[in-house]
């Protein structure tokens, strides 16, 4: 398995968040073909706790593209509606922990760029599905998933090596069905990581610090229409609701316990000029740097959207179309991470920690596990990248992948012992 | 009884709602001079439907000086804490219908003019309690009403002549708690007047439309302090809920089916920059050209107000202060008054209707009195006025005083048969 | 020419405002062959004095509608970008006074029924046009238009004959560039009129009063996107700035003078949850009985509009998209119309007035007459309707189109002499 | 000079800012007593650069207490309408730099506990002035700069000590107008301190951190008063403005470069139900973790308020009511003070700093002091507290008071050299 031709064969056909049909087929064949058991579709997600599923259509399209692409049919069927989840286990010779490794799937709705001087363009793996990119380097965490698997079928070790490869992380949308689908359930010792952030090539930190905790609603008004001149009183106005609440979530307190976030980033109601706005749409978030404290935020706004609504006799409802979490990463598994980087003389730096100040469902994996008296850490390991995540010119410095790769089997020989 | 010399006194004596403590005891002690029987105090108003009632100090300061200046300390006792409503009936020789008719008795909160044109100052009957005023004429309406009280005794009717002296009509605030103590429930036919609005003198009208209905409403607020820079997230804070109230319903949606009205007159609270407020107070009114429209608009207006509290977090306390609806004059009692009115030739015009463009609560007896088969009627009785009503120059021309006498004795004839 | 075929074809074939292609060739086509001398395109309208002019997209799919089924290519190429006015003129036979006739010809963006009981489809005129309609009887005014200038053709008269086909007169767009070009600076009296409305066939009325003024705007505010958890300060929120301008326009007083109404009727912007959203697009109106509380009103949200942007740093660009203004009937050609229509013994009732109730932009050309000592009315021409206007199931009661002709004529007939 | 009994005549006797007419005159005195040259008044203040200057009637009341309590009459004549600043300088022997020391008189709004278990009502030295509370310790900071004027009288020393003494801190109120006569312009080094805070006794700490920079603002909002009923369009309604504004304040966005406060704490407006409100008064502050993001923020903030009331048509009057900097201590200082701080066995306890997390204007002096070249400092010293600062029951542990004086003696030795 070539790391870095199978990194720009996903970057070529990049999916974004749960319709990873393509990716998805791709990571069972290749975990199957290498003697794993592999469980995929309904088996590794509970399809009602996915956030912001897109809509049918959407998910339609990405699956014909996929069958039509010659996607493994028999896989691509468990799949269907966007259940894009695989989990891999490997047995060990003899008894031992179970460690769970995770790599995420998914594109983001961007264009990418044409540019003479961005690589990917120069050398012939843009992106093949106009207005997807993967613009956030999963495209290398899911190849570095795969070429580790194969690593691993080398290894003598004890105990179970499990793999998670979770769709839909952006927007926190992913995680949480296969947390609540019990797939960390067994885990003693869980391992995440991301590439770039502000870490250049040759840096890693063993564990992550100012996770945001955070939460993305989609909210429907539903008012009644009325015909604006000649009978104003016998409607009700779903875009007064929606400006009332706009104008209070935004209002909210400052929290004297850490920073917080909230925006309404879209807002759209109403049909014509002369009539009485009847429905609306809004989207929004909240963050905080703690998780109880987003949790007050959300209650907050919650309690402003509903009388917002109400006091215009609208009704109103609310989805839950991302979240994240925060998380602490377990000093025993980051020093061993630093530890284990520093035997890689391509890593020059190690360090115990490096701020996020972003949001990540992995959070989600990470408490459970802890809940259960396992551990967990968020590594960061540094590649120096063109442009800034989420840019129509991101890209990664490739020689990370194989370095990453090592990294990881060096952990897993530590831990399955 | 000179009446121009009574109403000079009670212009002279100006007592604003709930303390017309001086007025109503003497004019219970006229009326039981001149062998009515008269009810006062609690006998004829339900306190707890007391709209608006004024601060237990503002009450005592009143009450005090009524006993000072001489006022009968028996009839005083009784009308404690503002019970200042008096009825009084005058039984005819045979049997025969109810006829009532009402007096208003208030003054305003306003400081009379000391300009040397100002006729009560050029003529020394000024207001001597600084601050009240009798700016609406009401003072011709007692003096009015005890002299047609005198005249009475003097004419042979059958049936029951019964008077009616309320106090608190500005604002509202009176009536309706006469209606519940059930003064008006044997009444057969109901007349009430005013002196003045734009009608001048030797114009009268039988009757008047436009009434507007409308509703005062003072509101409490109460959240939860905190250190706007140490806590601000501990705070619940009042003015949030007290701003989003009054934006939105001031928003409110115009009727098509009539004008309706909304203010938010005041709006107070707060107690120092660096504190999270924790306390508002708002006093604001609605109003609708009929009564249904204003009863759907104060339940938008509650609405308003409780959701935009519970946002919040706060309570919310709203209490009615002042309340008047609409009426219809029975077209019965309006000829009538205009076929009188002919009969004196000091009336040189009579018209059957003329509109108030205004809020009454005398609108309350008149619907009691209707919904029990009786009849009602609302008089404009010109008087060419030195300036509008509830300006510091406001006077009328005394000329209208025995005339207007002399038409409600005519139609007390006319009805009493 | 057969007026009911006519006005089916026209219904067939609905064209929305300013994309009235294939409507507009074929009037041209039609008053050439009758040996009127005709004028369109630039001719007779300002171009930048029309309001709510669609995309180039709508213009072009209709244009080249039009040109696929044959439209007369030459005048077709004078109509690009929307000059789909038409004025047509006819010389008497010696010197007079010139008289206009207006007729409107645009469609609706309606959905027409598929119901069997619907007439046009019943007997198969339908909208071939998916989406547009002629829901308001306008193919009726221009199949009356093009009959009645044939008529005149066999007529002898004096003076000059003007008739004038507007485009776009729903939502007040068309009228103002035909006024700005000078079509009506010679006319001595104008005679505009519409079907239906709520009079039943054989009822008419020689004037109508009660036009609504309004206005309709097209806001668009533009601020600065940032990333709303990693520098919320950068962004210039367009949403805030919406919200606010939204609560604060419902919030205008409501006015003393007469009846006012207002509108925020869409508010549409931002793009994702995680972005300070950096543009917002508003539709409103804004109405009133007159037209100086319309200017008033207008004067007042434009301020808020203005303030509310500036307050959060955003750029406010407002375009009127809609206009109307009231006017009032000339009583001498009211009633002139109302005589002519009784000496048409189909015609059964004449009224003297009507209100309408709504907006129309005829009113500016009336104005316009009227400023320049002419005279003018607006007549409403009974006709049993199956649905209210604007309804997907509205139609006519056909057998008003030849009556309405020969009305036309009478009074034309009377003018020219 | 017995300094507990000193410091206790002062908490006896507290005086709110600009009206610490008798602690002034007594500290005048004093200095003048012990040989110093004294200024005040006019002479060390720019009244116009005062912030929240308190009413006439207050300030009056004040005057007219502290002369018929026996104050010097021609010192307090100097200071009549709150100019109660004071600077001492003593010469040393030679030449050398000049050292100046601040400290702050002034006395809180605040009703003083009446409980037997608070020790100034136990021991009998509870506020004589009922409402007014040394609740922030300013009377000990007062008793030590006497106390160590007259040690420095004993010391021999080279340049020139100089002493200020600040009215109205709190709130941020007196230091600009003492900054913007020149009061510290030739001064080479300053120390600062308070008491207290949360550090016990026994403990110091030689500078400080996280001062919060904060602006309040007094506004108030003019319009036109109408009848809400008769003609509220006539109306230009303040409490419209003044909520939008509020709403929008509050919203305005958090700031990704350090905690931010916005809070309106006061909005008064309206007289009536039935009128259009015409003013309204809001107090508001801001605050940040920097002086420049407080400085956008108070920008923001004021586009606010002017655009919420020219959006109504209202007038907007701004006025700065108090104002903080935030400010960085002076290494060299601070590590002199703790080196100092060691050398007295009482102080076992020795930080290099400590976060305030309040606002201070003492930072406005040290601010001014650092732009010319000189250093400044801010410590404080421990004293345990009996409730928190603010508090009714708040008092300060006795025994620091000669510490403090041997802690500032020792700094003024080293520095005056």
Same sequence: chains 1, 2, 3, 4.
Avoid: W
């Avoid at 907050?300 to 609310?318: F, K, N, Q």
């Amino acid at each position: 398995m070539n790391i870095v031709e199978l990194r720009r064969d996903l970057h070529a056909n990049p999916e974004v968040g749960f319709t990873e049909f393509r990716t998805a087929t791709r990571v069972v064949e290749e975990l199957r073909r290498l003697g794993y058991k592999v469980l995929f579709g309904d088996e590794v997600m509970r399809p009602s706790s996915r956030r912001g599923v897109p809509s049918v259509e959407q998910l339609t399209v990405a699956y014909e593209r996929a069958k039509a692409e010659g996607a493994n049919e028999e896989i691509l069927a468990a799949m269907e509606g966007g259940l894009t989840g695989v989990v891999a286990t490997l047995e060990g010779g003899g008894a031992g922990p179970t460690v769970a490794f995770r790599f995420d799937m998914d594109a983001l709705p961007i264009v990418e760029s044409h540019a003479a001087d961005h690589l990917p363009q120069a050398e012939g793996f843009r992106s093949r599905h106009e207005g997807s990119m993967h613009a956030c380097g999963h495209d290398g965490h899911t190849a570095i998933g795969l070429a580790f698997a194969e690593t691993m079928t080398h290894v003598n070790f004890n105990g179970t090596l499990k793999l998670i490869f979770q769709p839909a992380e952006e927007g926190g949308r992913g995680a949480v069905s296969m947390v609540d689908k019990g797939v960390v359930d067994d885990v003693d010792k869980l391992f995440c990581f991301h590439l770039g952030l502000d870490l250049p090539i040759g840096s890693m930190s063993g564990g992550a610090t100012d996770f945001l905790a955070s939460t993305k609603l989609e909210v429907r008004f539903k008012g009644v229409p009325a015909h604006a001149a000649a009978a104003p009183e016998k409607g009700k106005n779903a875009l007064l609701g929606a400006a009332t609440a706009l104008l209070n979530i935004h209002a909210l307190p400052r929290f004297s316990t850490g920073a917080t976030r909230v925006n309404v980033g879209i807002l759209e109601g109403g049909s014509a000029p002369n009539i009485v706005p009847d429905s609306a749409k809004m989207v929004l978030e909240c963050r905080a740097a703690s998780y109880e404290d987003n949790q007050d935020l959300e209650r907050r706004v919650r309690s402003i959207l509903e009388h917002s609504a109400e006091m215009h006799g609208l009704d109103c409802d609310i989805a839950v179309i991302g979240e994240a979490a925060t998380a602490a990463c377990d000093r025993e598994l980051v020093e061993l991470a630093m530890r284990e980087a520093k035997e890689i003389p391509f890593f020059t730096e190690q360090l115990e920690s490096h701020p996020l100040g972003a949001s990540e469902d992995a959070t989600f994996l990470m408490r459970r596990v802890q809940e259960q008296e396992g551990q967990a850490t968020y590594m960061i390991i540094g590649t120096t990248i063109a442009a800034p995540h989420h840019n129509e010119k991101f890209d990664i410095d490739e020689r990370i992948l194989p370095m990453a790769v090592q990294l990881l089997e060096r952990i897993a020989r530590q831990t399955l012992r």
